[in-house]
């Protein structure tokens, strides 16, 4: 006589997964605070987004690291489309306007992840600087295309990050910023 088949069920943990559920619950209550035009502390934000401050704390140890983690999430979210018809500069010009444009039509939660991004010594907000570094010059690398001078890749990414400091310090909006973007993407790359 044969044994019964038994099924064995096993239950994946999805810790990515939820990681990323938990991290968006933040991301909007801090933007809801903002729009709120309510302090943004560590308590209201772990209330907000119905966490224990110590579980908030595991993840975000700083209010800091819950806007650089959130305007990496934004940018991360930007499909990457490139035209293999459009020129160099169209294309440069184009994921750097998207970059900057994430957060336009958000005023409040643009300055604060601005201001988070620039103005920290914090070592996670750091590596949060960096891993948005990396995307910013995949983008700018994919859309100058195989060949590209490292040198040219380097002062394109200079000059977004110096674009963004002026943002937050006032002197042009972010909508002037990617229009000056796609002005010096221009004398920096001359269509072929």
Do not use: N
Not at 11 to 27: E, K, T, Y
Not at 50 to 67: D, G, K, N, Q
Not at 118 to 146: C, M, N, P, Q, Y
Request: glycine content about 4%; proline content about 5%; charged content about 20%.
């Amino acid at each position: 006589m044969s044994r019964p088949a038994v099924a064995t069920v096993t239950r994946l943990h999805d810790a990515q997964g939820q990681r990323l559920r938990m991290h968006r619950r933040v991301f909007g209550a801090a933007t809801q605070l903002l729009d709120a035009d309510t302090d943004v502390s560590v308590p209201a934000l772990a209330a907000r987004a119905r966490l224990a401050p110590a579980a908030f704390y595991a993840h975000f140890p700083t209010i800091e690291v819950v806007f650089a983690e959130l305007y990496l999430d934004r940018v991360m979210q930007l499909p990457l489309d490139i035209d293999p018809e459009a020129g160099a500069t169209s294309q440069v010009s184009q994921q750097l306007a998207a970059i900057t444009l994430v957060m336009a039509d958000e005023p409040r939660l643009a300055r604060a992840c601005t201001h988070a991004l620039v103005s920290t010594d914090d070592e996670v907000v750091a590596d949060v600087r960096l891993r948005i570094a990396a995307e910013v010059k995949r983008r700018i690398a994919t859309a100058l295309g195989g060949g590209a001078w490292p040198e040219v890749l380097a002062t394109l990414e200079s000059v977004f990050w110096g674009a963004l400091l002026q943002a937050q310090s006032g002197s042009m909006s972010y909508r002037q910023m990617a229009r000056q973007l796609e002005t010096m993407v221009a004398l920096i790359v001359p269509e072929v």
